[in-house]
């Protein structure tokens, strides 16, 4: 994400006049971000690695989480 962007969020971590659902996002979305297979996205919510939230049968994923998560891993290489 631009850096831009990030000084333009609030203290909530969300861009001005957004909500969590404008950052809610699917199991092939993120897959799609990440260029990885559904599967392996799934299998990593499953075993905790990427945070989500379940919604009855549905998985559903918060950019802000997911990209906090990644940062995190990146900063452990």
Same mark, same amino acid.
């Given at each position: 994400? !631009?850096?831009?962007?990030?000084?333009?969020?609030?203290? #909530?971590?969300?861009?001005?006049?957004?909500?969590?659902?404008?950052?809610?996002?699917? #199991?092939?979305?993120?897959?799609?971000?990440? *260029?990885?297979?559904?599967?392996?996205?799934?299998?990593?919510?499953?075993?905790?690695?990427?945070?989500?939230?379940?919604?009855?049968?549905?998985?559903?994923?918060?950019?802000? *989480?997911?990209?906090?998560?990644?940062?995190?891993? !990146?900063?452990?290489?």
């Amino acid at each position: 994400m !631009a850096a831009e962007t990030l000084r333009e969020r609030d203290q #909530s971590g969300l861009e001005p006049g957004a909500s969590r659902l404008d950052e809610l996002l699917t #199991s092939q979305q993120v897959a799609a971000l990440l *260029q990885l297979r559904v599967s392996t996205v799934e299998a990593y919510a499953r075993r905790g690695v990427l945070p989500s939230l379940k919604l009855g049968r549905h998985r559903r994923f918060l950019r802000s *989480q997911v990209e906090l998560t990644l940062t995190e891993l !990146a900063r452990r290489e």
